[in-house]
């Protein structure tokens, strides 16, 4: 039995035949909020789950793409398995498809199959099966994706690993200063500049928004609640909808004039908001630390 058997670690090996739709995986993984890592050596695998797994751990939850860019260190992914599953509570995921279908692949992406100039796609296809076999052997859990579309695979992945609760989109939520310039990558943009400002209540200046009387005293005018309700119903009603087309990575800004105060309040207040609703939200304050400056 794992030593640590919390449930909210978790470690996911991806691995595979080359063409099978593993970097779909990874990148569903990672919209799930996983801790991902692309072509890990294999003898990394142990130092980086003890380092990132433990009680301790900066990540509760992370996902390893492990595949024949390897080599012949591949032989050791079953004996490292073996060893990291008993430690902590890891998955082997295996993706496969039809040796036609990953044919038609890399026919269709032109791309030469890993397994070396030396062989022909189908040889190579044939080659990479037989050394993988040992490992697909002992994978929890072995998809075919023959038959899968991107966005079959991407919901299997989801119905598979969504942690209870959680929704299938990650939310990044990011305070900034208009005077610093707009954020290129947001979908939604609020200016909060309406609200009364702390900056010139001399004992609140020297703090920012995640400071609790900053806090207080932007919430303790009306229009702040107010706008908060608001913004609160318009994300229920529009992430569901944003879900339901397939979005996976939904950005979302708050500014006010320097990115210190009143955008962060609102940023941090709305990701409480979300997450008590069961979305993975990320926070990021953009400015905080140029505004001080």
């Known amino acids: 039995m794992p030593r640590h058997t919390q449930q909210n670690r978790q470690l996911v090996i991806v ?11 990874l990148r569903t ?30 990540f509760d939850r992370a996902a390893l793409l492990v595949d024949a860019r390897e080599g012949g ?4 992914l079953p004996e490292v398995y073996r060893k990291l599953r008993r430690e902590y509570p890891t998955t082997l995921v295996f993706v496969e498809a039809s040796d036609t279908a990953l044919a038609r692949r890399f026919s ?25 076999a040992p490992i697909r052997e002992i994978s ?26 959680r929704r299938p989109l990650l939310v990044s939520l990011v305070s900034f200063g ?17 609200l009364p400002n702390p900056h010139f209540v001399a004992k609140l200046r020297p703090y920012s928004g995640q400071n609790a009387r900053v806090a207080k005293y932007i919430r303790s005018f009306k229009q702040t609640g107010e706008f908060l309700r608001r913004i609160e119903g318009l994300l229920e009603y529009l992430i569901p909808h944003y879900i339901s087309e397939g979005k996976s990575y939904l ?13 962060v309040m609102m940023a941090e207040a709305v990701a409480k ?9 990320k926070l990021e304050h953009r400015d905080l630390e140029r505004s001080v400056a």
């Open 108 to 132: 269709e992406t032109r791309r030469p199959h890993p397994m070396g100039a030396d062989f022909s796609v189908a040889e190579g296809i044939r080659l990479e099966r037989s050394r993988m």
């Open 140 to 165: 929890d859990v072995v998809i075919d994706t023959t038959k899968f579309t991107v966005h079959d695979l991407r919901n299997f992945i989801i119905d598979r690993f969504q942690k209870a609760g």
């Open 29 to 58: 993984f990672e919209d799930l909020g996983f801790y991902c890592v692309d072509n890990l050596p294999v003898s990394f695998i142990p130092s980086f789950a003890d380092q990132a797994m433990d009680d301790a751990g900066e």
């Open 15 to 25: 691995t595979g035949l080359s063409g099978s739709g593993k970097g779909s995986v």
């Open 73 to 76: 260190q591949l032989k050791k």
């Open 178 to 194: 208009f005077r610093f310039g707009l954020p290129t990558d947001a979908d939604l943009v609020f200016d909060v500049r309406f």
């Open 251 to 263: 950005t979302i800004a708050f500014g006010c004039t320097g990115g210190r105060h009143r955008s």
């Open 273 to 281: 908001a979300l997450t008590k609703k069961g979305y993975t939200v």
